[in-house]
């Protein structure tokens, strides 16, 4: 059983168009992610929930919009994309409070032409 | 603010021959210390985790002790394999409750040879 799980694998979209991209979790964790990774491999925080309460807002634009339907789900909706968006988007689920690893999803290659 | 240092990449190494990735840490309380590994095309895994001053984690033959006196967590294998070429991130997390999250290094890439 897949325990992070994120839709789709690879995004391929033009600027200026609006996307989403889903994921799930099967672990029973409180706490979701979405972090991006750069060109470079360097990972950075973009958002997370707890419970569907978003709690971690970094600086990311408002063209991005983060959604909990339910605390086993968290999507990330991407308005007006941008040449710059393009990159991998990581979803990642953590355990209550006392645990601090993260479990990561196997990621979402956005390119944006 | 927090922040992690990794040694730069990559690192290249014989099949059976002795692995040490650096990472040194900033954080302002007690992190918990992590290394996630990255295979080619795939999602980060958790690899080893220690929460305390003086933990070993380890995992799969791979070690890494926290020192907090040098704000260090380096990551040691004793034979690496072919099967280990990956990108390793060293990451931490503060414990602040509900609204932690991992800080990750730039990531060193390992890539092992016959």
């Known amino acids: 059983d897949t325990a992070v799980s994120q839709t789709p694998k690879y995004l391929v979209t033009q600027m200026g168009n609006d996307k989403s991209i889903k994921c799930e979790q099967n672990l029973g964790h409180d706490t979701m992610y979405w972090y991006k990774q750069d060109s470079k491999k360097f990972l950075k925080i973009m958002f997370s929930?707890?419970?569907?309460?978003?709690?971690i807002n970094e600086t990311v634009p408002n063209r991005f919009s983060p959604k909990s339907p339910d605390k086993a789900h968290l999507n990330l909706h991407i308005n007006s994309l941008e040449l710059g968006d393009s990159a991998v988007y990581f979803c990642a689920s953590r355990p209550g409070q006392g645990s601090y690893e993260q479990y990561f999803g196997p990621g979402t290659r956005l390119t944006v032409t | 603010g927090n922040s992690v240092t990794q040694m730069e990449g990559p690192v290249t190494l014989s099949e059976e021959a002795f692995l040490t990735i650096n990472c040194t840490y900033t954080?302002?309380?007690?992190?918990?210390l992590f290394w996630y590994v990255q295979y080619p095309g795939e999602g980060l895994q958790l690899l080893l985790k220690a929460t305390k001053a003086d933990d070993k984690g380890s995992n799969k033959g791979f070690e890494a002790t926290y020192r907090k006196e040098t704000t260090s967590f380096h990551l040691e294998k004793g034979s690496v394999q072919v099967s280990d070429s990956a990108v390793y991130f060293c990451?931490?997390?503060?414990?602040?409750?509900?609204?932690?999250?991992?800080?990750f290094g730039t990531g060193t890439r390992l890539q092992v040879t016959l």
């Open positions: 990451a931490l997390s503060e414990r602040t409750g509900t609204a932690s999250k991992l800080t």
């Open positions: 929930y707890n419970n569907k309460e978003l709690i």
């Open positions: 954080a302002t309380g007690y992190p918990s």
